[in-house]
């Protein structure tokens, strides 16, 4: 096999030469041997359109072993078990044991004998490379032999072992079927495209002859698995590309189960029942289709399984089961990684079915998959149970007629399906929820009340908050001073205030409004908080237990009996999260906008502050637009003690990097407080330092107060970009902002 692929290799390199180098090389050309320049050491002669060199030139080049024989007028040279003859008078150099036929063959001139070039650098295993555009000729040594290429680890891994690892490309070709890697200045041991080629895979070796590289070139029938991100690694001695995993065989084992192997490791499926559960679907991520065997064996509880690509990026495999009537497969946890596998289901066993408050339950003996949809005409909820059937405690129909639930019908939809309708008393949102329960999975779906609308209205004396909900709720209003903050908590509500547009401003008397969830007593409770940026006298106004809440807040007392303590002076600190709404500011390489990260790490600056019983306000809680104008005004009507705006920077060159802190001297407290600001973040980010700058941005010009402004990394710096989008970089951030604030705040109260 070494020999024929030598012969391969010299008849191209015949070819070659006789295409491209001979005409080239009857002009003057520039002969360089491992990259030195040796035109003007050798001595070389054009004959017949080929290039020849003086045998001795040569074999000093080359450091063979040179004879002559007189009498026989035949050279030969020897180096490392390559052996060489020509004889005056016949065209064939014999390498070996074999002949090759050149143009010339040994030619005599003033009694000095002369060589095909090409040929005879090549049978001593050097590699040309001709750049025909400066007709300079290279000739390299190789450095580096292939010494094989093999499938690892299941054919998840191509090794491709060599001396040494010398420059290479991978080339992943449009359609994904073809791989090539180019490999400079190497040559091949022994032959080894059996080694790969399999039913999958077809693998050639191309010598490229006037670009001393090797190709290996792969070819499938399916795309190749193949990622060039983290595809390819190197080892000491081997190159190693990495392959996805493929689909290997789906069959039934001897428990009747179902299983889906790959040759590889298999990720989280995601499985969905359709058709009430007579077809599932498996999607698979990280996995592609190979030469699969597919080993059903008649097995009656399935008619189908098709196998489908489903995308390549991201790379999902889809595997279809298609059941016959009776039957459904449930996962179960992977013993194997390599397997998914899938056992034929009982029904599961529905009981008890119930409702009160809002909530409606029933219980299960195995785990299920409900799929719950709303109708609108008439307002309903439907909810198939697959696999399952009806057991005790559950009757037809369930009356109920309260604000949120007319009534609940169950039917067995189908032989495998139970299915309930709850019939609504105005669509509305809901909430499933599963908890096993001795032994038993219970299942609750929370009919919530949501928000209609949040608007306010102002007079002379009074602003008027009006909340208006779906349904009556139970509520309860608080009030905190320090800030000053009005809280309501509601029960049984769902959050859908992001969905609602709510007024920019809640001005005069409201700074800001926000919510927030969190467990009561088991219950999930939803609350508002009117952000007051004063101490003002409240009073609900609408009667108990109504949908629709109105609370008036007075800059003068309700209860002229009501008496509150003298207003104590307390630090009022603005934070002003850069850019928002269809100002996005910078826009990092991988998407992210500055506008968002600002925002994250102004909320979280507003937390720690919060959290340590500071007075904080933010410009913007929200992603909407502010202009720069509103943020100044914002800040010098409150008065604010200081002022902080967060922003994220970016620059043409993607490697510029790090921290700065930004002042202007339009009030001379502000370079005391940047100094304190970047003090720590310059030390302790754990990103470059570029310093304190004295800059000209508005909203630190025309602050009254002692204000900086923070660029907190470069977003045009992709390491920075992952930095700004993560939570722990934007707390840490967060909070060495806050240190800076509270030793400015220290700092100036001690003088
Ligand atoms: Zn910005």
């Known amino acids: 096999m070494a020999a024929e692929l030598k012969q391969i290799f010299i008849f191209l390199a015949i070819i070659f030469l006789i295409i491209f180098i001979a005409p080239a090389v009857l002009a003057q050309n520039s002969i360089f041997f491992n990259g030195e320049n040796i035109t003007a050491q050798i001595h070389t002669i054009n004959q017949n359109g080929e290039l020849l060199i003086k045998a001795r030139d040569l074999a000093e080049l080359l450091n063979t072993?040179?004879?002559?024989?007189?009498?026989?007028?035949?050279?030969e040279m020897k180096s490392e078990g390559v052996n060489i003859k020509l004889m005056a008078a016949s065209t064939y150099i014999q390498i070996g044991n074999n002949a090759i036929k050149t143009k010339s063959g040994l030619q005599l001139v003033d009694n000095q004998a002369y060589v095909p070039l090409a040929k005879t650098i090549e049978a001593f295993g050097y590699l040309l490379e001709y750049q025909q555009d400066n007709q300079e000729l290279y000739i390299y040594q190789p450095e580096t032999t292939i010494r094989d290429v093999?499938?690892?680890?299941?054919?998840?891994?191509?090794?491709?072992?060599?001396?040494?690892?010398?420059?290479?490309?991978?080339?992943?070709?449009?359609?994904?079927r073809t791989i090539t890697i180019e490999i400079d200045k190497a040559r091949i041991d022994k032959e080894f495209s059996d080694n790969v080629s399999n039913n999958n895979y077809y693998l050639k070796v191309v010598n490229v002859?006037?670009?001393a590289l090797l190709r290996l070139i792969i070819k499938s029938k399916n795309p190749i698995p193949f990622q060039l991100d983290g595809g390819v690694y190197e080892t000491d001695d081997a190159l190693i590309l990495s392959f996805l995993p493929q689909l290997k065989r789906i069959y039934f084992n001897a428990n009747n189960e179902l299983n889906i192997q790959a040759t590889g490791e298999i990720g989280d499926p995601e499985i969905e029942y359709l058709n009430d559960g007579q077809e599932m679907l498996v999607d698979i991520p990280s996995v592609v289709t190979g030469n699969y065997q597919l080993d059903l064996q008649d097995n009656p509880l399935v008619k189908s399984v098709k196998v489908i690509q489903k995308s390549l990026d991201p790379v999902v495999l889809r595997v279809k089961v298609q059941f016959s009537k009776g039957e459904v497969f449930q996962p179960l946890n992977n013993v194997n990684s390599n397997i998914l596998s899938f056992r034929p289901g009982q029904r599961a066993q529905i009981t008890n079915l119930d409702y009160h408050s809002g909530q409606l339950s029933f219980y299960a003996s195995s785990a299920l998959k409900p799929e719950l949809f709303l109708l609108t005409k008439p307002p309903r909820l439907v909810i198939n149970l697959f696999n399952t059937e009806r057991g005790s405690g559950v009757r037809d129909q369930l009356k109920i007629n309260d604000s949120k639930l007319k009534r609940v019908r169950t039917a067995r939809f189908d032989d495998q399906t139970v299915r309930l309708v709850a019939d609504l008393a105005s669509l509305t949102n809901y909430e499933l929820t599963e908890h096993k329960e001795s032994g038993l999975f219970k299942y609750t779906i929370s009919f919530k009340n949501q928000f209609k609308s949040i608007t306010s209205q102002a007079n002379q004396n009074y602003q008027y908050l009006n909340i208006d909900l779906t349904g009556k709720t139970d509520y309860e209003i608080k009030k905190f001073n320090y800030p000053h903050r009005l809280v309501i908590d509601f029960k049984n509500t769902y959050n859908n205030l992001d969905q609602l547009k709510l007024p920019e401003y809640y001005a005069p008397l409201v700074k800001d409004i926000r919510s927030s969830n969190y467990m009561l007593e088991g219950e999930e409770v939803t609350r508002l908080v009117f952000e007051l940026s004063n101490y003002y006298s409240h009073k609900i106004e609408s009667p108990p237990g109504s949908s629709q809440i109105k609370i008036a807040l007075a800059r003068k007392y309700f209860n002229e009996s009501e008496k509150i303590e003298p207003q104590i002076k307390d630090h009022l600190i603005v934070v002003d999260a850069g850019h928002g709404g269809f100002d996005p500011g910078a826009i990092g390489r991988n998407g992210l906008n500055e506008k968002s990260c600002n925002l994250a790490i102004a909320l979280k600056v507003r937390n720690i502050l919060k959290a340590k019983g500071h007075n904080v306000l933010l410009t913007r809680s929200k992603d909407n637009f502010l202009s720069l104008q509103k943020r100044v005004k914002f800040a010098n009507k409150i008065n604010a003690e200081i002022f902080v705006s967060i922003h994220a920077n970016s620059f043409t060159n993607p490697s510029s990097g790090g921290v700065e802190t930004h002042y202007n001297n339009a009030n001379p407290a502000s370079r005391l407080f940047a100094e304190k600001i970047h003090d720590k973040l310059g030390r302790s980010l754990g990103i470059n330092d570029r310093g304190i700058k004295e800059s000209n941005f508005y909203v630190i010009k025309y602050t009254k107060m002692p204000s900086v402004l923070v660029e907190v990394a470069f977003l045009s710096n992709p390491r920075e970009e992952k930095l700004l989008g993560s939570s722990k970089f934007q707390q840490k951030a967060a909070s060495l902002i806050v240190d800076g604030i509270l030793d400015y705040l220290e700092e100036k109260e001690g003088r």
Request: proline share 7%; glycine share 4%; no cysteine.
């Open 65 to 75: 072993k040179l004879s002559w024989q007189p009498a026989l007028k035949s050279l």
């Open 150 to 176: 093999s499938w690892q680890e299941d054919g998840n891994q191509l090794r491709i072992k060599m001396n040494e690892i010398t420059p290479y490309r991978v080339l992943h070709s449009e359609d994904g």
């Open 209 to 211: 002859p006037n670009r």
